[in-house]
C-alpha cells in the first residue's frame, strides 16, 4: 500500500483590463484535483475572476498572472 500525498495548493495572482480602462487585480489560493494541468487552473481562474468581477470583464484583457505553489 503506498501512502497518498496531499495536493499541492497555489497561491495565484491575475490582474484584468476591461475594455473601458478598469483595471483589476484579485488573489487565492487554488489546489487541482489530480490530472489537472496549468492551462485548467488558469481558464479555472480566470474564469472565476471574470464572473466575480462582472459584465464589464467579459472580454478582458489579463495583464498580469502568477501561480506559484503556496509554500515558504
Known amino acids: 500500500m503506498t501512502a497518498q500525498t496531499e495536493p499541492s495548493t497555489y ?3 491575475i490582474t484584468l483590463t476591461a475594455s473601458n480602462g478598469d ?3 484579485l488573489e487565492g489560493t487554488y489546489t487541482p484535483r489530480p490530472g489537472k494541468n496549468r492551462q485548467d487552473a488558469y481558464l479555472t481562474i480566470y474564469r472565476a475572476a471574470i464572473d466575480s468581477l462582472g459584465r464589464n470583464y467579459t472580454n478582458a484583457s489579463v495583464t498580469h498572472w502568477s501561480l506559484d505553489r503556496n509554500e515558504l
Open 23 to 25: 483595471i483589476a487585480t
Open 11 to 13: 497561491h495565484w495572482v
